[in-house]
């Protein structure tokens, strides 16, 4: 029975057979023998005993033949060991493979912080040249405005002013994109209906994209509000709807998805600069050219390009990487040449319903007043312009260059109804501290700050104070002159 089982497995299946026959025919002999007791067998039991000899002569003979084979098969104790060694190999390359894991995350993770660094450290650089452009811009955006104003009736001239003022605006729009990367613009965060922003956002685009592109929504109906500066995130979206259109010059299609999502520890061990969280997850896609995978790590980097030469600036995507991190969310981009490019931004939820946008009474274009304004400022060219502009709006006013100079006017006898400072001042303290000490020296002061780049003197976690009045170099004099008024009837 275990012959014809066992047939396909059995080694020596000849010796075996020789085994097993040699059993029968040894088993029929004794039979007969017993049967001799009773009965007459005659001569069978000598046969089967003849067969039974010349049997194991043949049986012992192909033992024999075997013998070599049979010396050279493993024992259990042979297989046990080679078993117990094998385990080990085993456990050794697991342990190999995990440390070569383990090496490859290290690496990973090396090269995330080296970005993050690099990253920062461009911020930084950025964000310092915002500053001392802005200022300088200020000055520009300001002169130019009367310029044009006393040469409206010359037309040549007043078109060199329209010129320069075009030229100034495009600088501004600049600064605006480096400080948004380097994460010092102020923000303004409300619980925002993504929803909604995207379909008015839709809207927009129509006409800028072109017939050849197709935009498609596809909302998630239970998708929460967000909290996020609103204008910002438009600003972000129409950037990224830009950068789709260029990458699909024959046409194709970019999609606007929202939808609720969680973001877990697995995710965030992947993604250094991510935490987890719920998140409300607003993706761009197109059906465009693609990014090679040899340049996914640079397209947020300010001034990176893959466009031709004079067809965009590079601050687009990183103006998007710098609002999205200032807003505590997170910023994943997707992208196979040929095939198109996804980017994700994840902004945090809000706990609060959506908030309808503000709507601020009309005023007059400019405001005048006559009031006594202090203005620190620490740039002289700018200084002697803001001193300019506000006497041309009426009013009286004092100047210092440092915070020092500022509170020994605080403590003397002239009249002061605001303070007018810039937030990044020398002589020991900041904009916001001299306004704080300036307050407990003058009770009722009011104050309006101005920077071209906003330290957290005044801004935290990405957001501007709620009690603070900020107006934004560069500026015209409309702003300055409605921001005056709002501050002095504060």
């Given at each position: 029975?275990?012959?014809?089982?066992?047939?396909?497995?059995?080694?020596?299946?000849?010796?075996?057979?020789?085994?097993?026959?040699?059993?029968?025919?040894?088993?029929?002999?004794?039979?007969?023998?017993?049967?001799?007791?009773?009965?007459?067998?005659?001569?069978?039991?000598?046969?089967?005993?003849?067969?039974?000899?010349?049997?194991?002569?043949?049986?012992?003979?192909?033992?024999?033949?075997?013998?070599?084979?049979?010396?050279?098969?493993?024992?259990?104790?042979?297989?046990?060991?080679?078993?117990?060694?094998?385990?080990?190999?085993?456990?050794?390359?697991?342990?190999?493979?995990?440390?070569?894991?383990?090496?490859?995350?290290?690496?990973?993770?090396?090269?995330?912080?080296?970005?993050?660094?690099?990253?920062?450290?461009?911020?930084?650089?950025?964000?310092?040249?915002?500053?001392?452009?802005?200022?300088?811009?200020?000055?520009?955006?300001?002169?130019?405005?009367?310029?044009?104003?006393?040469?409206?009736?010359?037309?040549?001239?007043?078109?060199?002013?329209?010129?320069?003022?075009?030229?100034?605006?495009?600088?501004?729009?600049?600064?605006?994109?480096?400080?948004?990367?380097?994460?010092?613009?102020?923000?303004?965060?409300?619980?925002?209906?993504?929803?909604?922003?995207?379909?008015?956002?839709?809207?927009?685009?129509?006409?800028?994209?072109?017939?050849?592109?197709?935009?498609?929504?596809?909302?998630?109906?239970?998708?929460?509000?967000?909290?996020?500066?609103?204008?910002?995130?438009?600003?972000?979206?129409?950037?990224?709807?830009?950068?789709?259109?260029?990458?699909m010059p024959d046409g194709g299609k970019l999609i606007l998805e929202t939808k609720n999502?969680?973001?877990?520890?697995?995710?965030?061990?992947?993604?250094?600069?991510?935490?987890?969280?719920?998140?409300?997850?607003?993706?761009?896609?197109?059906t465009g050219e693609g990014i090679p995978a040899s340049l996914l790590d640079k397209v947020?980097?300010?001034?990176?390009?893959?466009?031709?030469?004079?067809?965009?600036?590079?601050?687009?995507?990183?103006?998007?990487?710098?609002?999205?991190?200032?807003?505590?969310?997170?910023?994943?981009?997707?992208?196979?040449?040929?095939?198109?490019?996804?980017v994700k931004l994840y902004l945090p939820r809000a706990t609060a319903a959506p908030e309808?946008?503000?709507?601020?009474?009309?005023?007059?274009?400019?405001?005048?007043?006559?009031?006594?304004?202090?203005?620190?400022?620490?740039?002289?060219?700018?200084?002697?312009?803001?001193?300019?502009?506000?006497?041309?709006?009426?009013?009286?006013?004092?100047?210092?260059?440092?915070?020092?100079?500022?509170?020994?006017?605080?403590?003397?006898?002239?009249?002061?109804?605001?303070?007018?400072?810039?937030?990044?001042?020398?002589?020991?303290?900041?904009?916001?501290?001299?306004?704080?000490?300036?307050?407990?020296?003058?009770?009722?002061?009011?104050?309006?700050?101005?920077?071209?780049?906003?330290?957290?003197?005044?801004?935290?976690?990405?957001?501007?104070?709620?009690?603070?009045?900020?107006?934004?170099?560069?500026?015209?004099?409309?702003?300055?002159?409605?921001?005056?008024?709002?501050?002095?009837?504060?």
């Open positions: 029975m275990f012959l014809l089982r066992r047939w396909h497995d059995i080694m020596f299946r000849g010796v075996f057979i020789a085994i097993t026959s040699y059993g029968v025919v040894g088993g029929i002999g004794r039979l007969l023998s017993l049967a001799a007791l009773w009965v007459n067998v005659g001569a069978a039991t000598e046969v089967f005993d003849g067969l039974l000899a010349l049997m194991a002569v043949a049986l012992i003979a192909a033992m024999l033949k075997m013998l070599p084979q049979l010396l050279v098969l493993p024992t259990r104790i042979t297989l046990q060991k080679a078993y117990t060694q094998l385990e080990e190999e085993i456990r050794q390359r697991r342990a190999a493979e995990a440390m070569v894991q383990r090496f490859q995350e290290i690496e990973a993770n090396e090269a995330q912080v080296r970005q993050a660094q690099k990253m920062e450290a461009i911020g930084q650089l950025t964000g310092g040249v915002a500053h001392d452009f802005n200022n300088i811009l200020t000055v520009i955006t300001g002169t130019i405005e009367i310029l044009a104003e006393a040469v409206k009736d010359k037309p040549q001239l007043a078109g060199i002013a329209g010129m320069i003022s075009a030229a100034a605006e495009r600088g501004a729009d600049l600064t605006r994109h480096l400080l948004a990367f380097s994460r010092r613009q102020p923000l303004q965060p409300r619980a925002t209906d993504v929803n909604a922003l995207v379909v008015d956002a839709a809207l927009l685009l129509r006409p800028t994209l072109g017939e050849q592109i197709e935009i498609e929504s596809m909302l998630g109906h239970d998708s929460a509000p967000a909290l996020i500066d609103p204008s910002q995130l438009s600003t972000a979206i129409l950037n990224l709807a830009l950068n789709a259109r260029d990458a999502v969680t973001l877990d520890e697995h995710y965030a061990r992947l993604n250094r600069d991510a935490k987890p969280g719920n998140y409300v997850m607003i993706a761009v896609s197109d947020f980097e300010p001034f990176f390009t893959t466009k031709d030469v004079g067809k965009g600036s590079g601050l687009g995507l990183s103006m998007v990487y710098g609002f999205v991190k200032q807003s505590n969310g997170h910023v994943k981009i997707y992208s196979e040449e040929g095939h198109g490019t996804t309808r946008p503000a709507v601020e009474p009309g005023r007059p274009t400019v405001a005048r007043g006559d009031e006594t304004v202090l203005i620190v400022e620490d740039d002289a060219l700018v200084r002697d312009y803001v001193v300019a502009q506000v006497r041309r709006l009426g009013y009286r006013t004092l100047s210092a260059s440092n915070a020092a100079e500022g509170l020994a006017l605080i403590d003397s006898a002239e009249r002061i109804d605001l303070l007018f400072t810039d937030v990044i001042i020398p002589g020991g303290m900041n904009g916001r501290q001299l306004a704080i000490e300036a307050e407990k020296r003058r009770r009722g002061l009011k104050v309006l700050y101005t920077s071209g780049y906003t330290e957290n003197a005044i801004v935290h976690h990405g957001r501007l104070d709620a009690d603070v009045l900020l107006l934004a170099k560069p500026y015209v004099s409309a702003d300055l002159a409605r921001m005056i008024r709002t501050a002095l009837e504060a």
